[in-house]
C-alpha cells in the first residue's frame, strides 16, 4: 500500500515519449495519482485525448496558436495556457505535489527551476536542467526544500542503489550505455549513416533526439554531467560503460569493492513508477526479467575516437562554468540539423567541437549568464553549420 492513496500530478511533456509512458502508468493506478496538469509544445492531437481521458485542472502550451484551437476543441473543460509563462504556471501549479519535468532540452530549465522554487516533489526526466545549471538548480533545490528524484534510468539506477547507504563509502558510479546503432562502426563508416539509420535505436523507445543522443554517445556525455550534480561527486569517479543488453542502467562500487547494480528489462516506465511512488513501489510496473532467457551481459568500454561526443562532455565537465551549457546547445542545434538532414552524422561532433573551441568560459552565476551562454552557442552552431552547408 501506497502511505500516500492520492498524489496531485502535473506531467511537463505530457505528449512525449517519457510523457506518455507516465500517463501509462498512471492509468493503471487512478485510486493513487491524480493528473491536475498537462504541458507540451505544440501536439494537440495528443494532448486533446489526454485531456479527455485525464481530466486536469491546467494545460498549457507552448505554441500559442496551437493553444488557441486546443481552447475551441475541449471547451471551458480546464484552464488553458499558452507560452513560456503558461508552461511555468503549470510548474509550480499550487494545488500539486509531484511534477514530473520530461520537456526536451533547453526549454525545460526554466519550468523545472520554478517547480523546485514552489517546494515540489520533482521527477528529473530532462536531464539539460542539471547539465547547463546544475550547481544552480540544486541550490534552489536545498533553499526552497524541494525532493528532485532522477528518472533517467541510468539516474534512477543509480539513485536506488545509493538509498539509505551514506555518499562516503561510495569509490565511482559506472553509468552504462546500450552504444546505440552504430556500436562498433569507426568513424569513415559513420559519414554514410542518415536519421533513419540513426532512429534505430536497439533497445530503448524513445524521442527523436534523445534517440539521435544515444547515437552519438551525447547522452552519455550529458548523464556524466547530470550525475556529478545529482549524486555529488567528481567526473574522475564517474565511468562509463557499453552493456548492450541495457538490462543494467547504472552500478555503484563501494570503498569495499562490493558493486551493487540495478536490473530490469529497457522500459522506461519502471524508473517513471519508481519516480511516482517514491518511497514506496508500485507493482508489475516493467515486464519480470528472466535471466535464464537472456544467459548473458557484456561490457566494453566506449569507443571515444568514433564517437568524441562523450569525452567532449567529460572535458566541459572539467571546463565548467559556462561550458556545459554550451555544449548542450550545440548538441541540440547539430542534432536538429541532422535530422533536417542539412549535416551529415559525422559533422554533428565537428559543430559541437568548434562551437567549444571559440566560447570564451564565464562563471555560470545565475541564470542570466547560463541563458546568455546557451544563445550564442547557438548562434555559432548554426554559423558553422550554414559554413558546413556552403561547402557541399
Not at 520530461?102 to 517546494?119: D, E, N, Q
Not at 542539471?130 to 534512477?156: F, N, Y
Not at 534505430?200 to 550525475?227: C, F, R, Y
Not at 554550451?326 to 559541437?352: G, K, M
Request: glycine share 8%; net charge neutral; with cysteine.
Amino acid at each position: 500500500m501506497l502511505s500516500e492513496p492520492l498524489k496531485r500530478i502535473v506531467i511537463l511533456g505530457s505528449t512525449g515519449s517519457i510523457g506518455r509512458s507516465a500517463l501509462n502508468v498512471i492509468s493503471r493506478y487512478r485510486d493513487r495519482f491524480r493528473v491536475v496538469g498537462l504541458a507540451a509544445g505544440r501536439n494537440i492531437d495528443i494532448l486533446e485525448a489526454q485531456i479527455r481521458d485525464f481530466s486536469p485542472e491546467v494545460v498549457a502550451v507552448a505554441d500559442k496558436s496551437a493553444a488557441q484551437e486546443l481552447w475551441k476543441r475541449v471547451g471551458k473543460g480546464c484552464e488553458i495556457l499558452s507560452g513560456e509563462n503558461g508552461i511555468v504556471a503549470a510548474a509550480e501549479y499550487s494545488d500539486s505535489d509531484f511534477v514530473l519535468s520530461a520537456l526536451v532540452g533547453f526549454s525545460g530549465l526554466l519550468p523545472t527551476i520554478h517547480a523546485v522554487r514552489a517546494g515540489k516533489v520533482v521527477g528529473l526526466a530532462n536531464k539539460e536542467t542539471l547539465v547547463t545549471a546544475g550547481d544552480i538548480v540544486m541550490k534552489e533545490a536545498r533553499q526552497h526544500r524541494a525532493m528532485m528524484i532522477p528518472v533517467d534510468s541510468e539516474h534512477s539506477a543509480i539513485f536506488q542503489c545509493l538509498d539509505g547507504k551514506g555518499r562516503d563509502y561510495v569509490k565511482r558510479i559506472i553509468l552504462t550505455a546500450s552504444g546505440g546503432p552504430f556500436k562498433g562502426m569507426k568513424t569513415e563508416e559513420l559519414k554514410n549513416v542518415g536519421p533513419d539509420d540513426a532512429l534505430q535505436h536497439p533497445s530503448w523507445k524513445m524521442g527523436k533526439k534523445v534517440t539521435i543522443d544515444s547515437a552519438t554517445l551525447m547522452n552519455k556525455g550529458l548523464e556524466v554531467i547530470e550525475a556529478t550534480h545529482f549524486f555529488s561527486i567528481g567526473p574522475e569517479r564517474i565511468d562509463v560503460l557499453i552493456h548492450p543488453e541495457s538490462i543494467i542502467h547504472s552500478m555503484v562500487e563501494f570503498t569495499d569493492g562490493s558493486l551493487l547494480a540495478q536490473m530490469s528489462m529497457p522500459d522506461m516506465r519502471g524508473p517513471i513508477g519508481y519516480a511516482l511512488a517514491y518511497p514506496e513501489r508500485l507493482q508489475n510496473t516493467v515486464s519480470t526479467l528472466e535471466l535464464d532467457v537472456i544467459q548473458k551481459l557484456t561490457f566494453c568500454k566506449p569507443d571515444e575516437i568514433s564517437f568524441p561526443c562523450l569525452r567532449y562532455a567529460y572535458e566541459a565537465l572539467t571546463e565548467g562554468g559556462t561550458m556545459p551549457a554550451v555544449l548542450n546547445a550545440a548538441n541540440e542545434v547539430t542534432v536538429n540539423a541532422f535530422l533536417d538532414r542539412r549535416i551529415s552524422f559525422a559533422d554533428i561532433p565537428i559543430v559541437i567541437r568548434e562551437t567549444m573551441q571559440s566560447h570564451l568560459k564565464k562563471a555560470a552565476s545565475d541564470l542570466n549568464a547560463v541563458i546568455e551562454a546557451d544563445i550564442w552557442a547557438r548562434e555559432k552552431a548554426q554559423k558553422y553549420i550554414e559554413k558546413s552547408e556552403m561547402k557541399k
